[in-house]
C-alpha cells in the first residue's frame, strides 16, 4: 500500500493537514467519541508515515 500513495504525483505538504481535518470531521459525524477518538489516532499514525516517505 505504501509504494501505491509513493506513486501519486503532486501530494504536498498541506494536504495531509487537510486530510486529516477531514477525516476528524466525517469520523466525528459518524461515530462515537471514543471511537472516532481511535480512528483518528490511527489515522494520524498512517498521515505521518506517508509524510515521512513524502517529504523525509
Known amino acids: ?15 495531509f493537514a487537510i486530510w486529516l481535518r477531514l477525516w476528524g470531521q466525517r469520523t466525528d459525524a459518524l461515530f462515537e467519541p471514543e471511537v472516532a477518538r481511535e480512528l483518528q489516532q490511527a489515522a494520524q499514525g498512517i498521515a505521518r508515515n506517508l509524510f515521512r516517505g513524502y517529504f523525509g
Open 1 to 15: 500500500m505504501f509504494g501505491k500513495h509513493m506513486a501519486v504525483q503532486g501530494v504536498e505538504p498541506g494536504h
